[in-house]
Structure formats: structure tokens, C-alpha cells
């Protein structure tokens, strides 16, 4: 009987002790994990044959990285997403914008659980593979098109320039938040284009200073009581606009909060200064349809404190070809 009992109880110390294991985030860490389609995202103004031939084009990607990348330790939700031409955003439109996601959602356990075995999915994640066709977000915002007669500014805004690298654009690494963490959240930007061309192009300093002259003349009159305020940087603005055809016709760079009281132009690179650009619309072909892919903007996103994360976003790395997705374009 005392031989039973002990027996009785050394099992349900190894259940327990395998349970406990279960639940431990490295073995977690390590489960097999599975892909999970998510609901499909907006299809704002996009017409019927265009979504379906976008469809096509976002199921290839997905085939592409599926077929190299098997996810560890996680469920792999991915999504896709769509939009259409809308004339309040831009003029002259070429294409539609969409792109496919992929959210590496952890697997955890579940600590008001008196089961240890029992384990489930993250909500949520600031790991994500970014692949966006036709759109480049963070130059508020680059479409395939024209900018609008009344956009606020003129030109859109970029903090340094993409370098070329073996026949592709990256804008290198960036760190989000505390740059003195050991564990930073880091985001790596990669554009891919037609032979090595690119999608915008500079604003000169001519375009640029009559731009914010005819801002500042409005400036000026809708507020009368603070003229003598105005008057010093409309001065800067005509002295500039009187120097040489060479001096104009450079690249306008200037301070970022420069905008409505210009100061001057700085040296491309200083700290604090954005390069001004424009929609290059020599760039597209056309004569293709609004569902056809110009060109692709790749962002990888990457939670570098969570080993989980970043296993998977360097498989999913690994498994995103650059050259099939050149491919792609025009096609």
C-alpha cells in the first residue's frame, strides 16, 4: 500500500514537473509554431479587378516567405491590406497602395492558470515585417502620385537620404526610444525600385524659398498685429531668392522647425535638418494598371530584448528575397 502511494505520488510530481517545464518561456520558446491568416484590412476605393489582381500579387509575396520561413515559438499572423486613389491625397495618380504584414505573436503562459501546462498567443507585438507596395509612409506620406494644390506644405519632409546598397536603397538602422538601452527597438527600411532609380526627388532651394514666401505673405496678412515679426524672415527669403542660379538650384535643406520662420539653409546631414523632396513622377511607368507594384518599401521592426521576436524576424529576414520581389515590379 505504502509502495502504491509512493508510486501515486512520484506521478504526479513528474506531471507537474513536465507541466512547469511547458510553461518556462526558453521550452516555449522552442514549441513549433504555426502560421494564422488574419482578417483582411481596409479596401478603401479600391475597384473589384484591381483587389483581386492585388490579392494575386500579396499571395505571391506570402508564398515567397512561407516557403523559407517556418515560425518557432509563435503563432505568425499575417494580413493584407489595400487602398485606392483618392483625389483628396493626391493628383495625377498612378496606382493603388497595399501591402502584407506578418506579426510574430508569441507564446505565453498563463499566470492565473493553476495549470502550468496551459499556454497561449500574444495579443499584440512591436515586432512586424512591414511589405507595402506603391507607398512610403514615414515620408508623410509618398503615394504614386502628385502632391495635392492645397497641401499644407509643398514638399514632403526626409531626414537623410536611402544609400544604395548592392543594387537596393536602405535607410540603415534606426533606434526607437531610449537609444542607451541595451535592448532597443530597432527599425531597418529597405526600397526596392526599377535599375536602382527612385520614386522622389529633390525640391531645390528656388522651389523651396517660393513655397514658404507665398506661406509667409499669407501668414502675414491673416495676422497684421505681429508684422515687424515676419518681415525679418520675409527678408531672408528675398535675399536668398537674389543669389545665383547655382546656389538655387541645390537641394533644399533646412532645419526642421525652420519651416514658418526661415533662417537659412544648412549643410545636408546636421542634426535637427530634413532634405526636402517631391513625388518623382519620371519615375513610373504609366501605361500599367493601378494594381501593378512601382515599387516595394520592406520594414523590419525588431524587439531586441525579446529573444522570441528576434529568432523569428531573423528567419523571416532570411526569407524575404529582394531580387524576386524586384521581380514583381511591373508586372
Known amino acids: 500500500m505504502i509502495m502504491k502511494y509512493i508510486f501515486f505520488l512520484f ?40 483587389l483581386k489582381k492585388e490579392t494575386a500579387v500579396l499571395a505571391s509575396i506570402h508564398t515567397m516567405i512561407s516557403a523559407k520561413y517556418i515560425p518557432v515559438g509563435c503563432q505568425a499572423l499575417y494580413t493584407n491590406h489595400f487602398s485606392g486613389t483618392n483625389p483628396a491625397a493626391g493628383k495625377n495618380w498612378v496606382a493603388d497602395f497595399f501591402g502584407y504584414t506578418i506579426y510574430p505573436l508569441r507564446f505565453l503562459c498563463d499566470p492565473a492558470s493553476t495549470d502550468k501546462s496551459k499556454w497561449y498567443v500574444n495579443i499584440a507585438t512591436s515586432t512586424v515585417l512591414d511589405i507595402d507596395a506603391n507607398i512610403i509612409s514615414f515620408l508623410n506620406t509618398l503615394f504614386t502620385a502628385d502632391l495635392p494644390d492645397d497641401d499644407s506644405r509643398g514638399y514632403l519632409k526626409m531626414a537623410r537620404r536611402p544609400l544604395l546598397q548592392e543594387g537596393y536603397y536602405t535607410w540603415g538602422k534606426e533606434v526607437s526610444g531610449d537609444s542607451q538601452s541595451k535592448t532597443p527597438e530597432l527599425t531597418y527600411k529597405w526600397l526596392i525600385t526599377y535599375d536602382e532609380k527612385l520614386p522622389f526627388k529633390d525640391v531645390s532651394r528656388k522651389e523651396y524659398l517660393l513655397l514658404i514666401k507665398k506661406k509667409l505673405e499669407k501668414t502675414m496678412i491673416d495676422d497684421k498685429d505681429h508684422m515687424e515679426y515676419y518681415v525679418k524672415y520675409m527678408n531672408k527669403i528675398k535675399d536668398n531668392l537674389n543669389k545665383s542660379e547655382d546656389f538655387l538650384n541645390q537641394a533644399a535643406v533646412c532645419m526642421w522647425n525652420d519651416e514658418e520662420r526661415f533662417e537659412g539653409f544648412v549643410e545636408e546631414g546636421k ?12 519615375y513610373y511607368n504609366k501605361n500599367l494598371g493601378k494594381s501593378v507594384p512601382q515599387f516595394f518599401l520592406v520594414t523590419y521592426r525588431i524587439a531586441t530584448g525579446i529573444d522570441t521576436e528576434v529568432e523569428n524576424m531573423n528567419r523571416i529576414r532570411e526569407a524575404v528575397d529582394f531580387a524576386q520581389l524586384r521581380k514583381m515590379l511591373g508586372k
Not at 514537473?17 to 526558453?26: G, L, V
Not at 514549441?31 to 479600391?46: D, E, N, Q
Not at 542634426?271 to 519620371?282: L, Q, R, T
Request: net charge positive; glycine share 8%; hydrophobic share 40%.
Open 271 to 282: 542634426k535637427g535638418s530634413f532634405i526636402a523632396i517631391k513625388p518623382n513622377m519620371d
Open 11 to 50: 506521478l504526479i510530481l513528474k506531471v507537474y514537473s513536465i507541466n512547469a517545464q511547458d510553461c518556462d518561456q526558453k521550452l516555449l520558446a522552442q514549441k513549433p509554431g504555426y502560421w494564422k491568416a488574419g482578417i483582411r484590412g481596409s479596401t478603401y476605393l479600391v475597384s473589384a479587378a484591381d
